[in-house]
């Protein structure tokens, strides 16, 4: 059976996932095979575009300064590595336009928030000011409009004429298992030397919370047009209820015939080899790759969807005194406070999922 994609304010569909680390996202995209979609062109990540975008924001030190301290050279610095990306994802998007494909990528919710806004994540800093803002705002071609405009839940650099141009989906896992998984990954990166502590704690602040996601959700909600609503999918569901799966693509518009619960190769580290062109040093290559070999371990060592991976109830209390034992205090507590904050946001995502 195959599906057809739906159309999308008059523009070429195109998928938007959304997701944060950990999620089980990428179990998402090998059952859904989108490789190996007949009707879908992605990139060899399946997205990341703005990866390098928010990696120029943490290593420069751009994520925990208020915006109005940044210098007009910082600003411009960061703005060109984010335009770069932006221009990248418009590539690969005529390129799926050209072959008439469903264009598809995932991305971090929090990679492609405008870092003016994380600063407030970092330090408790006041909302930047909109004039600021606008200084990492991308430009967009004119084709998307000549006046783009930012609402309230926006929150990204891109305008809001060019995010209705996509169908935005969401991956979702029930915070107590994302975070601590997260924090275990950072964890072993730290071992073999491809993240500090000091990283290790930008990246959980800056990863353990899910208001980029709502944000954005709820940003959907508010569009005019209503012909495609955004979707939800949650782990628990990729991983336990594989009609969930195939609901979520075939509303994506993808092909539901190409689908798979098991595998016997995965070679997904290899897709993380950048592309041509591609101006990474043999360092930066390695750390890359030993970085996704860390990430994608329990995928690339499956052959199948891994189900003890996601409990049946989640009870945060009792997982709080096991963190206690793995990490000690001050990071148990870090990961308490991080769930406890979350669950409003997790529930409410949670409600809006993907059921048969």
Same mark, same amino acid.
């Given at each position: 059976?195959?599906?057809?994609?739906?159309?999308?304010?008059?523009?070429?569909?195109?998928?938007?996932?959304?997701?944060?680390?950990? %999620?089980?996202?990428?179990?998402? /995209? &090998?059952? *859904?095979?989108?490789?190996?979609?007949?009707?879908?062109?992605? @990139? +060899?990540?399946?997205?990341?575009?703005?990866?390098?975008?928010?990696?120029?924001?943490?290593?420069?030190?751009?994520?925990?300064?208020?915006?109005?301290?940044?210098?007009?050279?910082?600003?411009?610095?960061?703005?060109?590595?984010?335009?770069?990306?932006?221009?990248?994802?418009?590539?690969?998007?005529?390129?799926?336009?050209?072959?008439?494909?469903?264009?598809?990528?995932?991305?971090?919710?929090?990679?492609?928030?405008?870092?003016?806004?994380?600063?407030?994540?970092?330090?408790?800093?006041? %909302?930047?000011?909109?004039?600021? /803002? &606008?200084? *990492?705002?991308?430009?967009?071609?004119?084709?998307?409009?000549? @006046? +783009?405009?930012?609402?309230?839940?926006?929150?990204?650099?891109?305008?809001?004429?060019?995010?209705?141009?996509?169908?935005?989906?969401?991956?979702?896992?029930?915070?107590?298992?994302?975070?601590?998984?997260?924090?275990?990954?950072?964890?072993?990166?730290?071992?073999?030397?491809?993240?500090?502590?000091?990283?290790?704690?930008?990246?959980?602040?800056?990863?353990?919370?899910?208001?980029?996601?709502?944000?954005?959700?709820?940003?959907?909600?508010?569009?005019?047009?209503?012909?495609?609503?955004?979707?939800?999918?949650?782990?628990?569901?990729?991983?336990?209820?594989?009609?969930?799966?195939?609901?979520?693509?075939?509303?994506?518009?993808?092909?539901?015939?190409?689908?798979?619960?098991?595998?016997?190769?995965?070679?997904?580290?290899?897709?993380?080899?950048?592309?041509?062109?591609?101006?990474?040093?043999?360092?930066?290559?390695?750390?890359?790759?030993?970085?996704?070999?860390?990430?994608?371990?329990?995928?690339?060592?499956?052959?199948?969807?891994?189900?003890?991976?996601?409990?049946?109830?989640?009870?945060?209390?009792?997982?709080?005194?096991?963190?206690?034992?793995?990490?000690?205090?001050?990071?148990?507590?870090?990961?308490?406070?991080?769930?406890?904050?979350?669950?409003?946001?997790?529930?409410?995502?949670?409600?809006?999922?993907?059921?048969?």
């Amino acid at each position: 059976m195959s599906t057809i994609a739906p159309k999308n304010n008059d523009q070429p569909h195109r998928v938007l996932l959304v997701s944060v680390p950990r %999620t089980a996202s990428n179990l998402l /995209l &090998k059952i *859904l095979n989108i490789h190996n979609q007949p009707n879908v062109l992605t @990139s +060899p990540k399946s997205g990341y575009f703005f990866y390098n975008a928010f990696m120029k924001a943490r290593m420069n030190g751009y994520i925990g300064g208020p915006l109005d301290q940044w210098t007009t050279d910082e600003k411009s610095d960061l703005k060109a590595t984010i335009q770069q990306c932006f221009n990248r994802l418009e590539d690969y998007s005529a390129q799926a336009r050209a072959e008439k494909k469903i264009m598809f990528t995932k991305e971090h919710a929090f990679w492609f928030v405008n870092p003016g806004f994380l600063t407030s994540t970092v330090d408790g800093a006041k %909302t930047p000011d909109p004039k600021q /803002l &606008k200084d *990492l705002h991308v430009s967009m071609p004119e084709r998307y409009g000549s @006046s +783009p405009t930012f609402s309230a839940n926006n929150k990204t650099f891109m305008p809001d004429e060019y995010l209705r141009t996509w169908q935005i989906a969401f991956i979702i896992r029930h915070p107590a298992l994302a975070y601590p998984s997260l924090y275990r990954a950072m964890q072993k990166l730290s071992k073999v030397g491809v993240i500090d502590d000091d990283g290790i704690k930008g990246v959980s602040v800056t990863n353990m919370t899910m208001e980029w996601t709502r944000n954005l959700f709820d940003w959907c909600l508010e569009q005019p047009d209503k012909s495609v609503t955004p979707l939800v999918i949650d782990a628990n569901d990729v991983i336990h209820n594989p009609g969930a799966v195939v609901k979520f693509c075939e509303k994506a518009g993808l092909d539901t015939a190409s689908m798979q619960f098991e595998w016997n190769d995965s070679k997904m580290v290899e897709t993380w080899i950048p592309e041509s062109g591609n101006t990474a040093t043999p360092e930066q290559l390695d750390s890359s790759k030993l970085a996704a070999s860390i990430m994608l371990s329990t995928l690339q060592e499956s052959t199948g969807i891994v189900k003890d991976k996601a409990p049946a109830s989640v009870d945060i209390d009792a997982e709080v005194a096991k963190w206690h034992v793995e990490f000690g205090d001050e990071i148990a507590e870090l990961l308490e406070k991080c769930t406890r904050d979350s669950m409003s946001d997790y529930e409410y995502l949670k409600a809006h999922r993907v059921t048969v």
